[in-house]
């Protein structure tokens, strides 16, 4: 049960906003969290995430697999709008719902974020030029890929144990990736990996990663390291000693420490 200090706390005000696809026209919803003293004026920055699917959760607090909820209060106590966005790929919808994110890792679930933003902007919910993004795993890969494949349309993104190499995913998300082979294989899969697409970055970015990752291996973050050093790109590694894949829900003093760094990122990057 709450504490009697929970009922005397500022809370940040709760929206859901519809939105449609560009690309078929389907209505999506987003979570939108306000600060205090909101004006739809387009004056605020804004923070999409922690982006996933099934993230779209009319309920108090975050998802069990990454309790995001107590970031969520502070950023928009700092003056953020915190958005949470529906991407296909959820559940509860049917199998037509979730048939365009076959082979579409980084392309039909960064189109319905982009979607996603682009409506909240247009209704003044946040200044268009001061839009953050952030997820972990699978999360990650997204925001990877949204810096990659869209510089510019983000000031910034943090990465959280991102899954930048989907052939390490394989065979338990071959429903999304395809079998490893066909006419198109390997290509498939490195259209679908964000490894393969640094290049593209261009906008701020953190990447955080315990080294005790049991899902997604730490030597692939090292491995995407490689790369964007090798192409003179600029990022941030916040590494988190002996934490595994849900690393805001092992150690609470890395927790502190990570989401500070989240933190701190982002009211530099957005609040410039």
Known sequence: SPLPAFASTQWAQVRYVPFRSSVDGAELMARVMVPPGFE?????????????????????????????????????????????????????HGRDWNRPMLHSYGTQDIE??????????????????RVGIWGSSYGGLMTLMSLFKKPGFYRAGVAGAPATNVWHAYPEQEWIMGPTHGPDYPKRYEDQSALFH?????????????????????ADTMALVERLAAQGKS???????GTGHSWANQD???????????????????KA
């Open 235 to 241: 990022f941030e590694l916040v590494t988190l000693p």
């Open 112 to 129: 319905d974020i982009a979607d996603c933003v682009k409506t909240l902007t247009g209704l003044g919910y946040a200044d268009a030029s």
């Open 252 to 270: 609470r003093t890395l927790t502190r420490f990570a989401y500070g760094k989240l933190a701190a990122f982002f009211e530099r990057e957005l």
């Open 198 to 218: 640094t290049s593209g970055l261009e906008d701020a970015l953190m990447i955080i990663h315990g080294t005790r990752d049991e899902v997604v291996l730490y």
């Open 40 to 92: 739809p004026n387009g004056k605020h920055p804004m923070i999409v995430g922690s982006v996933y699917s099934d993230g779209l959760l009319n309920q108090w607090g975050g998802r069990a697999a990454h309790p995001s909820w107590g970031i969520d209060q502070y950023l928009a106590s700092r003056g953020f709008v915190v958005v949470s966005p529906e991407i296909r790929g959820s559940f509860g």
